[in-house]
C-alpha cells in the first residue's frame, strides 16, 4: 500500500495543530524522529502507541497517529503549565518556536495519566536530533506559508497579539468571517476541538443540546464579544493563548496561513477591516440598479456623477460630453422639449450600458471603489460617505443570510458577446469565444482559461488548425473531447497544435483505435493514465504508446 505525500501528511499536521493550538512543525518532527510504529494504511507513526481506554486500532492510522500526537502534546503542556511552568518556559518569543526546555520534556517520552482519556504514549527520542528537525521544520512551513522572511524575531508578537485583540469587539459585524475568527480564538483559548464546542461554552449549555440551526446569533455575539474583551488582560504568553489569538487575526484578516498574520501583525496592529469588504455589497447594488431605475432627475444625476468619479473627469458637461450628450441642450434655459427629451432618453441609455458593465469591469481600485460609494450616497440620499458605507455593511450582512428572495445576491451576467473577427490574432482573442464559428472549442479551453495566451500569430494560427481537425476526430468518436491540455509552454503544445483530452465513457485505447485510421499527425496514448489520449497537427504520421 503506498504512503502519503508530503503534502497529504502537512495537511493532517495542519489540521490538528490548528484544532489544538500547539506548533505545527513539531508533529512534522516527531514524524521524521519516530517513523514508527508501522501502520495498518501503509505509513510511519510519529512514535505514538495505546493508553489508557485507547485500543491500538484506534492509533493504526496515520490520521490517527497525527491526532493523538497533537492530543498528547498538549497534555504535556497541560502538565507541565500545572507544575509551574510559565509562558517563557515551554515557548522562545524571539525565535518563534517551542524552547530547547520544552522539547527536551518531548524527548523524555511521555505516558498520561490514568484520569487522561484524549492523549496516549509517546515514546522517547534524541533530543538533538528532535530539536534540530523542528526547527529544520519551523523554517521550511515559514517558507511555505509566508512569501516574506522569517523576521530575526518575534519578540514583538505578543504585544502585537495584545493590541489587536482589546479593540477587536468595537470593529465587530456580525459577518460570518468576523464570528469564525473570534469563535476559533475562543475554541483554541478554551482548549476545546470544536466550534460547536465554542458556541455551547459561550452558552453555557451542553454541546449535544446545540441547535445551529435556531441559533440566536444575537445572543451568541454578546458572549463572545464578552469573552474576547476579557481575553488582554489574562494573556500570559502560553502558546495555545498564542495560537488563539494568531488563529483569530488570520481570519479577521482573511490571510492564508499563520505565517501570514504574524508578518500582516508586524506592520499594524489595527483591527479596522479593509474597505473592500463592500466590493460584493457595491457589486449587488449596481446589479439592481437597472430594474430600479426610472428615469427621475435625481437618478440621473446620480449615476452621471459616478461616470465622472470613474472616469477621473473634471466636470459633469465633460462626463455627459463622453457620454455623447449635448450638455447645452440639458441646461439650456429654455430648451426645445423635443430635444431634451431625445438627450435624456440618450443619456438614460448611455448611462445604463456604463452600469451593466461595471461588473465585469471593476478592477477594486480605489477611485472606482469611491465612485461607487457616491452612487449609493446619492442614490439612498444619505447625508455622507460613512452612513453610505453602513448600509453597505448592513447590506453585505443581509447578503450573508438572505431572509427573502430580494436579499439574495443577484446572479453574475456573462460578459456581452463582442462581434467575431475575421482572422483570430494576439490582439483579438475572446476567452469564451469559440474557436471555429461553428465549432465546439473555446479560447479558453486552448489556453486553459487564458493562463496561456499565444503571442504569436504562428501560434493561434496552429491552434485554430488543430481545432478543425479535433472537430473532425469529435465527430468520428460520436462525443466532445473533453481538454486537459492545449497550448502551453511545454514541449509540443507550446506550438499550439498539440491537445491532449479524454473522452466520457471511452478508455484512451478505444480512443486511439478508433482515430488510428482516419488521424494524419501524431497520436499517442498513456500507459500510466489509461483514460487520456494524445494528437498534434505534425505533418507525419506517429503512434505512440508511453
Known amino acids: 500500500m503506498a504512503g502519503l505525500s508530503a503534502d497529504q501528511r502537512h495537511y493532517y499536521y495542519s489540521s490538528e495543530a490548528t484544532r489544538t493550538g500547539i506548533h505545527k512543525p513539531l508533529l512534522a518532527a516527531l514524524y521524521q524522529v519516530h ?81 487522561d482519556l484524549m492523549a496516549t504514549r509517546l515514546e522517547s527520542a534524541d533530543l538533538q536530533t528532535l530539536l534540530q528537525t523542528y526547527k529544520a521544520n519551523t523554517l521550511q512551513d515559514w517558507a511555505i506559508g509566508s512569501s516574506d522572511a522569517l523576521p530575526p524575531k518575534q519578540s514583538f508578537l505578543d504585544a502585537a497579539l495584545v493590541e489587536l485583540a482589546e479593540p477587536i469587539s468595537r470593529y465587530y459585524m456580525g459577518l460570518s468571517y468576523q464570528r469564525q475568527a473570534l469563535l476559533e480564538a475562543v475554541r483554541i483559548w478554551r482548549k476545546l476541538n470544536t466550534l460547536e464546542g465554542a458556541i455551547a461554552s459561550l452558552l453555557r449549555i451542553n ?81 439592481r440598479l437597472p430594474q430600479q431605475y426610472q428615469g427621475k432627475g435625481d437618478q440621473r444625476n446620480a449615476m452621471t456623477e459616478t461616470f465622472r468619479l470613474w472616469q477621473d473627469l473634471d466636470s459633469r ?50 477611485r472606482q471603489r469611491e465612485a461607487l460609494i457616491r452612487l449609493v450616497q446619492l442614490w ?48 483579438n482573442l475572446q476567452i469564451h469565444a469559440l474557436i471555429l464559428p461553428n465549432g465546439s472549442f ?39 473531447l473533453r481538454i486537459t491540455r492545449w497550448y502551453c509552454p511545454r514541449k509540443r503544445h507550446s506550438l499550439g497544435d498539440a491537445i491532449e483530452f479524454y473522452c466520457e465513457g471511452l478508455t484512451g485505447s478505444q480512443i486511439y483505435l478508433a482515430l488510428d485510421s482516419v488521424w494524419t499527425g501524431s497520436l499517442g496514448r498513456y500507459t500510466q493514465t489509461p483514460y487520456l489520449c494524445y494528437i498534434d497537427a505534425s505533418p507525419h504520421q506517429a503512434r505512440w504508446k508511453i
Not at 56 to 81: C, H, K, P, W, Y
Not at 450 to 469: K, M, S
Open 35 to 115: 517513523h514508527r510504529p508501522a501502520l495498518s494504511d501503509g505509513e510511519m507513526g510519529l512514535g505514538i502507541s495505546p493508553a489508557n481506554r485507547i485500543a491500538l486500532e484506534q492509533v493504526n492510522s496515520f490520521a490517527a497517529q497525527v491526532q493523538f500526537a497533537a492530543n498528547t502534546i498538549r497534555s504535556i503542556t497541560d502538565r507541565l503549565t500545572a507544575q509551574g511552568w510559565k509562558g517563557a518556559d515551554i515557548w522562545d518569543a524571539d525565535a518563534g518556536h517551542y524552547t530547547d526546555r520544552f522539547l527536551q520534556a518531548i524527548a523524555n517520552g511521555y505516558s498520561p495519566p490514568i484520569t
Open 207 to 287: 454541546e449535544t443540546a446545540l441547535n445551529l440551526a435556531s441559533l440566536d446569533e444575537v445572543t451568541l455575539d454578546r458572549a463572545l464579544i464578552q469573552f474576547i474583551q476579557q481575553l488582554p488582560p489574562f494573556y500570559a504568553g502560553y502558546p495555545h493563548q498564542r495560537e488563539a489569538l494568531l488563529r483569530m487575526a488570520q481570519l479577521w484578516r482573511r490571510l492564508e496561513s499563520r505565517e501570514a498574520a504574524i508578518v500582516s501583525l508586524q506592520q499594524s496592529t489595527s483591527p479596522e477591516t479593509d474597505i473592500s469588504i463592500i466590493d460584493p455589497a457595491l457589486i449587488a447594488f449596481v446589479q
Open 317 to 366: 458637461g465633460e462626463a455627459l460630453k463622453t457620454l455623447g450628450v449635448d450638455a447645452r441642450v440639458l441646461t439650456a434655459s429654455n430648451p426645445d422639449r423635443n430635444a431634451l427629451l431625445n438627450a435624456a432618453t440618450q443619456l438614460d441609455r448611455a448611462l445604463l450600458d456604463f452600469v451593466k458593465h461595471i461588473p465585469t469591469t471593476y478592477e477594486q481600485s480605489d
Open 380 to 427: 439612498r440620499d444619505l447625508e455622507g460617505r460613512d452612513r453610505a458605507i453602513q448600509t453597505l455593511l448592513d447590506d453585505l450582512i443581509r447578503l450573508e443570510h438572505p431572509q427573502r428572495g430580494a436579499d439574495a445576491p443577484p446572479i453574475p451576467e456573462p460578459i456581452a458577446s463582442l462581434a467575431r473577427p475575421d482572422r483570430w490574432t494576439p490582439d
Open 442 to 480: 473555446t479560447w479558453a479551453e486552448a489556453t486553459q482559461g487564458g493562463a496561456y495566451l499565444p503571442e504569436h500569430q504562428e501560434t493561434v494560427d496552429a491552434i485554430v488548425r488543430i481545432a478543425e481537425l479535433a472537430e473532425q476526430a469529435s465527430d468520428r468518436l460520436g462525443c466532445p
